[in-house]
Nanobody
Framework: QVQLVESGGGLVQAGGSLRLSCAAS????????MGWFRQAPGKEREFVAA????????YYADSVKGRFTISRDTAKNTLYLQMNSLKPEDTAVYYC?????????????????WGQGTQVTVSS
């Protein structure tokens, strides 16, 4: 059974940085796509970034391009999201997602596996 555990959230001032981690276990992830979503209070969950575990590129929402970077450490089975130049509108619960059917499933928000989320709060 796939387990995804996020960490690294917290409170940061606007313009600051945070790095989120997603520890993955329960499978060999070489053929998986993984990504990050976020959900702000009263809003729909939205796609943030995705990548293919084998190293096939990265995909970003327009709202985070140039500020966020997705990466993975295959030896540690961990997915990261480096978030720079944070804005108050980045405040949300951030979720890790994974799917063996490809990046399109992750980007579409229909991934099979989800973590429990980590809160990111950006103060102005």
């Amino acid at each position: 059974q796939v387990q995804l555990v996020e960490s690294g959230g917290g409170l940061v001032q606007a313009g600051g940085s945070l790095r989120l981690s997603c520890a993955a276990s329960g499978r060999t992830f070489s053929n998986y796509a993984m990504g990050w979503f976020r959900q702000a209070p009263g809003k729909e969950r939205e796609f943030v970034a995705a990548t293919v575990w084998s190293g096939g590129g990265a995909y970003y929402a327009d709202s985070v391009k140039g500020r966020f970077t997705i990466s993975r450490d295959t030896a540690k089975n961990t997915l990261y999201l480096q978030m720079n130049s944070l804005k108050p509108e980045d405040t949300a619960v951030y979720y890790c997602a994974a799917d063996s059917r490809g990046a399109s499933m992750v980007v579409a928000g229909t991934a099979n596996y989800w973590g429990q989320g980590t809160q990111v709060t950006v103060s102005s």
